[in-house]
């Protein structure tokens, strides 16, 4: 499967926005997806991740109450509904797909390109 990140942006501090992840295939109930972020200079960070079948989630303490995760099951598409967005959110996002609920990036084995967001303050 490939997976495909759009809708990053400029947005002012407090905005907000919505990224899409569109896989080109059937994304199986037993995946786990996830949201990392990196920015300049920085680790890629975990942002969010969600049992594809269930549903359910677990989120950064950073992002934690501002962003959401979410899917399209029949869509094959993941989301993350990002609001209230800061400065130190900036930074290229990436949608990611592995087999289990992990917040470490070598854990994922299957990486879109990412999408850039900046938040200007």
């Known amino acids: 499967v490939q997976l495909q990140a759009s809708g990053g942006g400029v947005v002012q501090a407090g905005g907000s926005l919505r990224l899409s992840c569109a896989a080109s295939?059937?994304?199986?109930?037993?995946?786990?997806m996830g949201w990392f972020r990196q920015a300049p200079g920085k680790e890629r960070e975990f942002v969010a991740r969600?049992?594809?079948?269930?549903?359910?989630?677990y989120y950064s303490d950073s992002v934690k109450g501002r962003f959401t995760i979410s899917r399209d099951t029949a869509k094959n598409t993941l989301y993350l509904q990002m609001n209230g967005l800061k400065p130190e959110d900036t930074g290229y996002y990436y949608c990611?797909?592995?087999?289990?609920?992990?917040?470490?990036?070598?854990?994922?084995?299957?990486w879109g390109r990412g999408t850039l967001v900046t938040v200007s303050s």
């Open positions: 990611s797909k592995g087999t289990d609920a992990s917040t470490i990036p070598g854990d994922y084995k299957t």
């Open positions: 969600i049992r594809w079948g269930v549903g359910s989630t």
């Open positions: 295939s059937r994304i199986f109930s037993s995946a786990v």
